[in-house]
DNA sequence: ATGGGTGCAAAGTGTTTGCAAGTAT
DNA sequence: ATACTTGCAAACACTTTGCACCCAT
């Protein structure tokens, strides 16, 4: 079973490339949609799964909704509780708590993912002045 | 709008209570279910969120499904790739990740979530003797 | 009594899948 | 030619909701 190249394909990988702040899987499928308005949802959900397989992109799992990105090194995300805005943490992946965890656990560890979960400046700023209620 | 204490909500409470393996909606659904077969699958999903407004009980955001467990401090958790059994880390939660967080992206952090991906001892054991695929 | 809670079933989400036709290799 | 891919629609899994009745306060 080998991967194929195909245009719908290529449109998936270019529309999360494009973005660069985490879109979720519909949020790719309407992008896609612009350019080719034929492709439907199980291609688009298909081929993200054929990519993150593949490695070619990140599948990043958040409260709220699952997002997606382009490859690159392990690192951290950060999410607004008010409007879900995501960002990648300029902290190094911390690959000294998993032999931590080894040890405490007993289990193999692979990875870990880290989520921080706060306000945006922008949502800081309407918190403060309207005192909403968030998360 | 002030919570009252009805018996189904505490069914779910002492449901969540009585397994320490980070049980999913369904699985809380089903024990209290063996207890009170009127309850319906609505009634449980209600009170579910209404114990994790009130604090009482945590939901755990994790890969493939969602898991509930009794409130304690905060802690991390760790998921088996291949059996998909949860268990808490005994690693004490990091606030100076927060801090960091803070600094390096101007956003105000609340908290975060660790969740570290591995296999547990038995599926370890059963991988290397059979060499399966995972993940 | 009154407003939150319940059971039920229907409606939502978000994602996967069976199928026949299409296409990259 | 072969078998991976696609579009479509139906199917899924999981969760929320509208409604009329019920019950804790």
Redesign the interface.
Known sequence: MKQRSTRQRRLVLDAVRARCDHPSADQIYTDVRAVDDKISRGTVYRNLNVLEQTGEILHV???VTDRYEVRADRH?H?I??RCHTV?D???PYDGA??E???E??????????????????DC?KKIEKADLHVE
């Open positions: 799992k958040l409260p951290d950060l607004c509780s960002c943490v300029p902290i708590m998993d931590r965890a080894i405490e656990t007993g289990y193999l560890v692979f990875r870990h993912r880290l989520v921080f979960e706060g306000l945006c400046p800081r």
